[in-house]
């Protein structure tokens, strides 16, 4: 965590740490995304995609899960991602790389 102070206010942030996981999931060049998820996309258990590896997801989870502590507007999206850890498919992995877009865009 960063922490920048003024004379009035103190400023924490998380901006090494967000490029750091741009970078970590290839996403550095992807397009900045203006919401954390798509709300007419309903996320479900089974929806017959393909799985994905199930380490990866749990580690892009994990990463997203620390950045809600100076992040909050992410909390609700990452809290329904993480719902599917035990059972990811692409479409639990495109919604949390949509989230990386958006935390690019911020």
Not at 1 to 20: G, H, L, N, P, R
Request: charged residues 30%; proline residues 3%; contains cysteine.
């Amino acid at each position: 965590m960063e922490i920048k102070q003024s004379q009035d206010e103190v400023f924490i942030y998380q901006k090494k740490y967000a490029k750091e996981i741009l970078k970590k999931f290839q996403m550095e060049d992807r397009k900045a995304m203006g919401t954390p998820m798509n709300q007419k996309e309903k996320l479900v258990k089974e929806d017959g995609s393909a799985k994905v590896v199930e380490a990866k997801f749990i580690s892009l989870i994990g990463c997203l899960i620390y950045l809600t502590t100076t992040k909050p507007d992410i909390l609700n999206v990452v809290s329904i991602l993480s719902r599917f850890m035990h059972c990811p498919n692409e479409t639990h992995m495109r919604a949390a790389k949509r989230v990386i877009r958006y935390i690019k865009g911020t």
